[in-house]
């Protein structure tokens, strides 16, 4: 595609729910990767993929956090049992292969926005 | 750990006109890449320029340039022309040479006067 896309734009959810956030990378890109952008906040990173190397879950804050990327394409995030902190914008990037010794500018989406109530 | 400073929550400025948005770090690594991101109203972040930490030269794009002082560990962005369209928030973000996540400043909104 064109550019990093998301869904939902935006969701609502009740306290304990679980939640799935969709990101469909650029095509083509291996690298994919996860931040969470809370109110008056930076980005957070939460996990990165590449390729079929198994990914770095570092960033995750909970157990209740959990990501898969299935086919080297399409990623999604799930949240269980979700907690008002959890109300942020879930932000995906994309990259293309990184080659040694250079930086590869990362391509975000335009977020989900999350309401925990 | 690496951490990213950006000490203006708020920026203003007439259309036309110049200005600078600082960003500090700190690191402990010799070698890294530091990045300027534009977020609109859309909530898509996007690229508005980088910089190598081993190229001495400061980048530019067009209206946009960085005064990077790698000693001072410090890396502002320089919006010269204002337009309307550069009102957005600003994150500054750092990444370490032969890592891949990025660490970002809180970030600084920008409003553009007409």
């Known amino acids: 595609g064109a550019g990093v896309s998301q869904s939902p734009s935006n969701k609502v959810t009740e306290k304990g729910k679980d939640v799935e956030l969709r990101c469909d990378p650029i095509s083509g890109h291996t690298a994919l990767y996860w931040y969470r952008q809370s109110l008056g906040q930076g980005l957070e990173f939460l996990i990165y993929f590449q390729g079929n190397s198994a990914p770095d879950k570092s960033g995750l804050p909970s157990d209740r956090f959990s990501a898969e990327r299935t086919g080297g394409s399409v990623s999604t995030l799930t949240i269980q049992r979700t907690q008002q902190e959890d109300s942020a914008v879930y932000l995906c990037?994309?990259?293309?292969?990184?080659?040694?010794?250079?930086?590869?500018?990362?391509?975000f989406g335009p977020g989900t926005r999350l309401l925990v109530l | 750990a690496q951490t990213v400073t950006q000490s203006q929550p708020e920026m203003s400025v007439q259309e036309a006109e110049t200005v600078t948005l600082s960003c500090t770090y700190d690191t402990s690594e010799s070698d890294y890449y530091l990045f300027w991101y534009k977020q609109p109203p859309s909530r898509q972040m996007i690229l508005v320029i980088r910089?190598?930490?081993?190229?001495?030269q400061n980048a530019t794009e067009n209206r946009f340039s960085v005064n990077f002082q790698k000693a001072a560990k410090s890396f502002s962005l320089k919006i010269s022309d204002s337009q309307l369209g550069d009102a957005a928030m600003y994150f500054c973000?750092?990444?370490?040479?032969?890592?891949?996540?990025?660490?970002f400043g809180t970030g600084t909104r920008l409003k553009v006067l007409a």
């Open positions: 973000a750092y990444e370490g040479a032969g890592t891949y996540k990025y660490i």
């Open positions: 910089q190598e930490a081993y190229k001495q």
């Open positions: 990037a994309s990259s293309s292969a990184r080659l040694a010794g250079g930086p590869e500018t990362q391509y």
